[in-house]
Nanobody, 117 residues
């Protein structure tokens, strides 16, 4: 069955870094655009990074541009999110999402990131 399993979340001090991973199985990973979203308590889910099927293009909102980097390894069916210069406002549950151009979409279960001193 389709699975997206995020890992790498945790507690980090302001200014610190974390690297999230999302391991995919049950579908042809290289056919899907991959995304990272986050949802803070009481807020709407926000897309924070997108990478196209072979990594040729990435996109970020202004809130994380220059601090977050998305990458993927199609040989390992894994997408990553490198997060640097983390701030308390980055605290959220982070989710990966797979999008197929014909409409299929899959979500992971999320991993908590907490930025606090």
């Amino acid at each position: 069955q389709v699975q997206l399993v995020e890992s790498g979340g945790g507690l980090v001090q302001p200014g610190g870094s974390l690297r999230l991973s999302c391991a995919a199985s049950g579908f042809t990973f290289s056919r899907y655009t991959m995304n990272w979203y986050r949802q803070a308590t009481g807020k709407e889910r926000e897309k924070v990074a997108t990478i196209t099927r072979f990594g040729g293009s990435t996109n970020y909102p202004d809130s994380v541009k220059g601090r977050f980097t998305i990458s993927r390894d199609n040989g390992k069916n894994t997408v990553y999110l490198q997060m640097n210069s983390l701030q308390p406002e980055d605290t959220a549950v982070y989710y990966c999402k797979a999008d197929h151009p014909l409409g299929a979409a899959y979500w992971g279960q999320g991993t908590q990131v907490t930025v606090s001193s």
